[in-house]
Nanobody, 116 residues
């Protein structure tokens, strides 16, 4: 079973930046993909970004051009660099890992709060 440990997050003013980290207990190359979802209380969990085993990335339209996902293969860690943050980015961010065989594994979640 894959285990994920998230770090980063916190409180930042609009226009600021934060970086999230997600360390996996297995090689990232054993996973089909990793990435982040985010969730606001009372709303559905929203896919933010994904990076696949071969390094392909995709982003939600709402974060394109502001967020960047990257990976350190040696550390089995993915990063989410969030720039030009907006109040509407406020949410709990959950790292996920998709192994070759289900189920998806989730991180513990980290709060990101953007003040206006």
């Amino acid at each position: 079973q894959v285990q994920l440990v998230e770090s980063g997050g916190g409180l930042v003013q609009a226009g600021g930046s934060l970086r999230l980290s997600c360390a996996a207990s297995v090689s990232v190359f054993s996973l089909n993909a990793m990435g982040w979802y985010r969730q606001v209380p009372g709303q559905r969990r929203e896919l933010v970004t994904t990076i696949t085993r071969d390094g392909s990335t995709n982003y939600a339209d709402s974060v394109k051009g502001r967020f960047t996902i990257s990976r350190d293969n040696a550390k089995n860690t993915v990063y989410l660099q969030m720039n030009s943050l907006k109040p509407e980015d406020t949410a709990v961010y959950y790292c996920y890992a998709a192994p070759a065989a289900p189920p998806i594994t989730w991180g513990q979640g980290t709060q990101v709060t953007v003040s206006s």
